[in-house]
């Protein structure tokens, strides 16, 4: 085989490619004037001359750059990274590029390529030329390092703002073949990235054949000599397949020059924003942002900023950062339609003209959601562009490829820290509506900030919509089995509607359905086995009662009265979890109170930041412990360090300490470590754990029945005779009581105050996350000292906080309810219950529960209540 550089005729051209799925070869103009070409402004004024292709002017245009490493940028055109272009022109170029790979390699060859493109700017060119090729899986270099994740290689970019790249494979393998290696950059200038790529993955993955492709060949002679010596010195083919050729010649001095003109015009522009008396945002930096063509500021409203779900599928990669396989193209053309669709419906009616713009990496995504509208929206234009951290100067003028600049903070904790981040041709472009796509790494207070990126869009659009795709994080390995640890095989979890009235992506219960069972006892005989120490609580169950319709009256009253108030808490101990336990945590809640938080919680990921979590609901019984076997699932699953476990309320914090001390002997017997024992919860009115919503007591709805508001299973089971060693702890579906069923409208009813709780979540949050919240255990010391004050004596007949009291009521012999004086709306089903149980509430000043109810202390049959008389509910 000749082992040489080939870059002829027939690996080059500059015909404008055909769209793959219209045919069509028309590129829409650059941003100047359609007869002055977009390099002139920096041409005339730093003698820097384009030569090559016919087609070259079309394809490139010419700006300056901040940057102290080059002077000049060459602005594309069709990349869709500067320059806002209609979508199927920038899939179309690579996609075409993709085929002449194809044809260059043949089937048998492109059967064992691997595609690697170049962040930021060339990621979507990438996956556009992997999609060209049909049958090849990709991979995009990054910046970002993702935790867990250990590099496959890295190397530098020499002429880049921010040079060092990561390769991150979820596959360790996808680099390790021999087949061809394909590498996707926007354009090839000095040869210097490709070398520094193929030295690095050479030494570590040595191979016959690689092929260059790029949009432009822009090399000197020199250069080209260059990379065919070094092709001949690590023995290897390298083809080169471009859309256009040229030269860019510099002439002396072009760097300092440049940086002058840069230096002069930034000074200009502080002058002028002085003079306008724009605000502090609109500064040197900023202040070409918001020029529109004819060089004035817009005296416009801020435009609407809106949310709109894509219900992106779950475990689809968001892109090429950790690899994108033929079968994930798939995944991903089936479901655009359906999130294109999801779009189009937000859109304001009327609209004429949209940009999509993605985020600095994340094009492919944007891409192919522009490209679904540009396909289905009549009359639309649509174009697509991306943000950038490539400092560029803007200058208002038809021979110059940036227009307008819009500048930002970074918003997705970049690892080289806090800077500007950039949108170029945005302002001053007419746009009746963005849609601004960023992965959910990205979706952070600083995004939703006063000078974040949408609004500043909202400055320059009177529309700006915004997607959330879910940020990719590839599964830890899997661990073997720990030497001498129980291998039984476990099921898989149960899920909906085989058992239970949840939606079967909502919760996967580690539980067996023992729905067959008789379980189920009279609430007297099983308190007093209990009291008597004859039964365990988990033994058996209460008799499920259909409420009375003014209880259901009252559930709806209090769900419609303090939904706005739970939105709001699910949303800060979310939020809270994804910043301090896990960007992709796994919900684990304690069956069942803990449940419908734990589907609300993963209801708020979905709905703010587009992720899709797991969630599974696990038993835990006191004085048992939590389900070993439930854990061992987990751990054989999941990384168990992204377990947060999911409650929800604390009452005297037995639970907490259940779990932690369960916790701890689990790691022991079975050699498993990293599950963290501190709870997640809505509401932590004992002051029992960090992680929390909010530390109120007050009604949250779902206390207010038993599996009619969580998804008809029952409390769990576990018993000798039922439960075996390899067995998971057991549950009942109660199906007859479907009738009654409120699971589904509690859910609902919550998630749809989620949009106008937002604002108010981050700023909780903000204020948590600074605040002291370390456990005081208030609520234990309180529990102690009413059990004595009240001849108890067992902190266990004592249940703090409104949910708790509302459990007394409805599953266990109550004594007498006790009523922090004044407390009005929230225990209105409390008196209502406790009125038709006979038991009496006594109201106490200073009680640091809303109330706590106490379990009659000294059991006899049918003492249910002060007279001694059951009532029914």
């Avoid at 496959?152 to 290696?181: N, V």
């Avoid at 640091?848 to 009659?856: Q, W």
């Amino acid at each position: 085989m000749n082992k040489a550089v080939h870059n002829g005729d027939d690996a080059t051209g500059s015909d404008t490619p055909p769209d793959p799925a219209t045919g069509s070869r028309e590129t829409t103009p650059a941003p100047g004037d359609d007869d002055v070409w977009s390099g002139t402004w920096v041409a005339q004024r730093l003698g820097v001359e384009l030569t090559g292709d016919d087609g070259l002017p079309q394809l490139l245009g010419l700006a300056l750059r901040r940057n102290p490493k080059r002077a000049h940028l060459l602005v594309s055109h069709v990349l869709g990274k500067h320059v806002p272009q209609t979508p199927s022109v920038v899939h179309g170029y690579g996609h075409t590029l993709g085929r002449r790979v194809r044809e260059l390699l043949g089937d048998e060859l492109t059967r064992t390529a691997v595609v690697l493109g170049y962040a930021e700017t060339a990621t979507a060119l990438g996956h556009s030329v992997a999609d060209g090729i049909d049958a090849a899986p990709y991979l995009h270099s990054t910046r970002r390092p993702v935790p867990g994740v250990a590099p496959a290689g890295g190397f530098e970019e020499s002429h880049s703002h921010a040079t060092a790249h990561l390769l991150l494979p979820e596959d360790p393998a996808l680099l390790a073949g021999d087949g061809p290696l394909i590498l996707v950059d926007d354009e090839f200038s000095t040869g210097n990235t490709v070398l520094n790529t193929i030295r690095a993955l050479h030494e570590r993955y040595p191979r016959d054949r690689y092929v260059v492709v790029a949009l432009v060949d822009m090399r000197s002679a020199a250069d080209q000599g260059r990379l065919t010596e070094f092709a001949h010195e690590i023995g290897a083919r390298v083809d080169l397949v471009t859309a256009a050729r040229g030269t860019v010649h510099l002439p002396e001095g072009v760097l300092e020059k440049g940086q002058a003109l840069v230096a002069e015009h930034e000074h200009r522009a502080n002058t002028a924003a002085e003079a306008a008396h724009q605000p502090p945002a609109e500064t040197a930096q900023t202040a070409q942002d918001a020029l529109i063509p004819d060089g004035t500021l817009p005296d416009t409203a801020p435009g609407t900023v809106t949310r709109v779900p894509l219900h992106w599928p779950a475990g689809l990669p968001d892109g090429g950062r950790h690899g994108f396989t033929p079968a994930h193209r798939e995944r991903l053309e089936a479901a655009t339609p359906a999130m294109g669709a999801r779009l189009a419906e937000a859109l304001p009616s009327g609209a004429r003209r949209v940009l999509v713009l993605g985020f600095e990496e994340l094009m492919y995504a944007p891409l192919r959601l522009a490209r679904e509208l540009e396909t289905t929206l009549d009359g639309v234009d649509v174009r697509f562009s991306t943000t950038t951290r490539s400092p560029v100067l803007a200058v208002d003028d038809p021979g110059y490829a940036i227009r307008s600049r819009l500048v930002f903070p970074a918003h997705d904790n970049p690892a080289d820290g806090p800077g500007e981040r950039y949108a170029y041709n945005v302002a001053g472009a007419h746009f009746d509506a963005v849609v601004a796509v960023v992965d959910s790494t990205a979706d952070t207070p600083a995004l939703h900030a006063p000078d974040g990126l949408l609004a500043r869009l909202a400055d320059h659009t009177p529309h700006v919509l915004l997607a959330v795709v879910p940020s990719h994080v590839p599964e830890p390995p899997h661990t073997p089995a720990t030497p001498g640890a129980r291998t039984a095989m476990l099921p898989e979890p149960l899920r909906g509607p085989a058992f239970s009235s949840y939606a079967p992506e909502d919760v996967g219960w580690l539980l067996q359905d023992l729905s067959d069972v008789t379980l189920e006892a009279p609430t007297e005989e099983r308190e007093e086995a209990i009291q008597s120490g004859g039964a365990h609580y988990a033994e058996s169950l209460p008799v499920e009662y259909q409420p009375s319709d003014q209880y259901q009256h009252l559930f709806h009253a209090a769900l419609a009265t303090s939904a706005t108030r739970i939105a709001q808490a699910v949303g800060v101990v979310t939020e809270t979890v994804l910043t301090e336990r896990s960007p992709r945590p796994v919900l684990v809640s304690l069956a069942r109170a803990g449940t419908p938080v734990g589907v609300l919680m993963r209801r708020w990921a979905q709905h703010r930041h587009g992720l899709d979590l797991p969630h599974y609901a696990v038993s835990i019984v006191r004085g048992r412990g939590i389900d070993a076997n439930a854990l061992r699932w987990l751990a054989d699953h999941h990384d168990p360090s992204d377990v947060v476990f999911v409650d929800g309320w604390t009452g005297k914090g037995a639970i907490t300490r259940e779990l932690a001390d369960a916790i701890r002997q689990f790691e022991h017997d079975h050699q498993v470590s990293g599950f963290d024992p501190e709870i997640a919860v809505l509401a932590d009115p004992g002051s029992c754990v960090r992680t929390y919503g909010t530390r109120e007591d007050f009604l949250i709805p779902s206390a207010c029945l038993n599996s009619t508001v969580s998804g008809l299973i029952s409390r769990t089971v576990l018993r000798a005779d039922l439960v075996g060693p390899d067995d998971f702890h057991g549950a009942k579906f109660y199906r007859e009581l479907a009738g009654a069923d409120v699971s589904t409208a509690f859910l609902d009813a919550i998630s749809a105050r989620f949009p106008e709780v937002a604002d108010t979540v981050t700023a909780a949050v903000k204020e948590l996350l600074a605040g002291d919240r370390s456990p005081t255990w208030a609520g234990w010391a309180a529990v102690e000292r009413i059990s004595e004050e009240y001849g108890i004596h067992d902190v266990n007949l004592v249940k703090p906080g409104v949910g708790e009291t509302t459990r007394v009521l409805l599953r266990r012999v109550p004594w007498k309810i006790l009523a922090r004086a004044g407390a009005a709306a929230d225990l209105d089903h409390v008196r209502l219950l406790a009125e038709q149980r006979g038991v009496p509430v006594e109201e106490v000043p200073e009680l640091p529960y809303t109330c706590v109810g106490l379990i009659h202390p000294k059991y006899t049959r049918g003492a249910t209540g002060a007279d001694g008389k059951a009532v029914a509910l």
